[in-house]
């Protein structure tokens, strides 16, 4: 069968100064179904939207004319999702449309312009649901991840009981890689004109059940892990046929420190030399361990930092909660081995007041993550924190266009446009520290090779705090 897997992105997003323009990453939740499905004689086209407006691409579908289109979407770019499903049916009434991602687990029924609506990991879903198209079978009650399908007899959807379970990570494929020319990041390791960048996974799932965080509902506390042997084949074809020199490990959180460990020792034992970065837990690796890590080629980590308070990361459900101080001890060691480290934070908690930001700054400034990236607290659907939220009645929008980590969502005590100017001069403010400047100067000190880098991650932060502000306003924030 002909199979088009799309990941749509949103218009709005890709504009953003401080999000998506900060980094281009390839759609590796498409490309390993569209290799799954390639196994089982399938031909399969990838579509991964980027500059294309959302009639381009329907065009380009339509000229295809498959038999079954997927669509991953993230709850911000559901409607555009919903836009172009709909344009597809109304071409092709026949074609059935498939629709997954994280925006699915808020979901019961099939939205309209949709035929199917699958949770958790795409493999066998996507798999079993054209085996039907073919064959009627298997019977869609039975089909893993499938929590919706419209009957085509009334158009009308039905909730199925949904068995969300994923594909043996033994047995994936090495995932279909798109051309590299369009994935590129400005951290700071990754920005200079050779890199040639590529994600990979080394396994699927979460130990920690944060509130906000969709993972554990996409895997449903499953946390495998791919046979190493694999990831080595994987990492070397990358670099042979496609010239990737930089991996960013898309695991939703690395580790545990064995993995880790049995990782880095692994990569080293075979020779390969390649630049990783990957996600990391506050407070669950040693020093031994960050060594290893450096010394197998990890050049940045990605540290949740989330909030400058205990009682807040409780809220969070983050795991380190009582031991704040864990913070910028692992901060610092990741830092002494010549790890970059990247911190996230997140503004507009329910404990957040107008006089919480100076405590966030001077936190950040003690902590001196290499960069920052600060997102409003976002009640994404099927979370435990959306479900209470609305509860509670906190909920101010539900345009999903602005579900998207940039636009205030709760209520929280303060304005909305109040808090977008609170969460600007955060950013201002840390990124124009005496502190974060010397902090970099010091590093270039010790390290003279890394000043091309570093200098055009700051000029990059520079330029994109000038047109911040005007963005904001421009968008309605």
């Known amino acids: 069968m002909r199979v088009v897997l799309i990941e749509v992105t949103a218009a709005h997003y890709r504009r953003n100064p401080l999000s998506q323009m900060a980094r281009v990453l390839e759609p590796l939740a498409i490309e390993y179904i569209g290799a799954y499905l390639e196994q089982y004689g399938h031909d399969v086209t990838l579509i991964h939207q980027l500059d294309e407006g959302n009639e381009e691409v329907v065009e380009k579908i339509v000229s295809i004319r498959p038999d079954m289109v997927g669509i991953s979407c993230m709850t911000y770019s559901f409607p555009d999702a919903q836009e172009i499903a709909t344009a597809i049916k109304q071409a092709f009434p026949k074609t059935a449309t498939v629709l997954g991602g994280y925006h699915v687990l808020g979901l019961s029924e ?7 609506v699958v949770k958790g990991e795409g493999e066998l879903p996507c798999r079993d649901i054209v085996q039907f198209l073919q064959t009627g079978r298997p019977n869609l009650d039975s089909i893993p991840g499938l929590c919706a399908y419209r009957d085509l007899a009334t158009g009308l959807s039905v909730s199925v009981k949904c068995n969300v379970m994923g594909a043996s990570l033994h047995t994936l494929p090495i995932p279909t890689r798109l051309p590299r020319e369009r994935y590129f990041s400005m951290s700071m390791g990754e920005n200079l004109a050779d890199t040639r960048l590529a994600c990979i996974v080394i396994g699927r799932g979460c130990a920690f059940h944060c509130d906000f965080c969709c993972t554990p509902q996409v895997f449903h506390g499953r946390h495998g892990y791919r046979d190493f042997d694999k990831v080595i084949e994987e990492i070397r074809f990358l670099q042979s046929q496609l010239g990737v020199n930089t991996l960013n490990i898309r695991d939703e959180t690395f580790g545990p420190e064995s993995v880790i460990r049995a990782f880095c020792q ?5 020779g390969v030399k390649i630049k990783w970065r990957a ?6 690796v040693k020093p031994e361990t960050v ?12 540290y949740g930092i989330e909030a400058s308070d205990p009682d807040t990361l409780r809220l969070r459900r983050k795991s380190f909660a009582g031991h704040i101080e864990q913070i910028a001890k692992d901060v610092a060691l990741a830092q002494s081995h010549g790890i970059f480290v990247r911190g996230g934070f997140i503004v507009g908690h329910e404990t957040d007041t107008e006089s919480s930001f100076s405590r966030h700054l001077e936190f950040l400034k003690q902590v001196l993550p290499d960069e920052l990236y600060v997102s409003f607290l976002t009640p994404f659907p099927g979370t435990p924190l959306f479900t209470r939220a609305e509860k509670e009645g906190r909920i101010l929008e539900r345009d999903w266009r602005k579900y998207d980590c940039e636009h205030p969502i709760l209520d929280v005590g303060i304005p909305a446009d109040e808090l977008v100017l609170l969460r600007q001069e955060l950013y201002r403010k840390y990124y124009t520290s005496q502190e974060w ?38 968008n309605g924030s």
């Open 110 to 116: 099939c939205p309209s312009g949709f035929d199917f």
């Open 291 to 302: 060594a290893l890590m450096a010394e197998s080629g990890c050049h940045m980590l990605f």
């Open 279 to 284: 996600f990391a837990v506050v407070g669950t």
């Open 266 to 270: 692994k990569l080293l034992k075979s």
């Open 437 to 474: 400047r010397t902090h970099l100067q010091a590093r270039i000190a010790k390290r003279p090779e890394e000043e091309a880098t570093i200098h055009r991650y700051t000029n990059f932060i520079d330029d994109r705090l000038k047109i911040f502000n005007s963005f904001a306003v421009a």
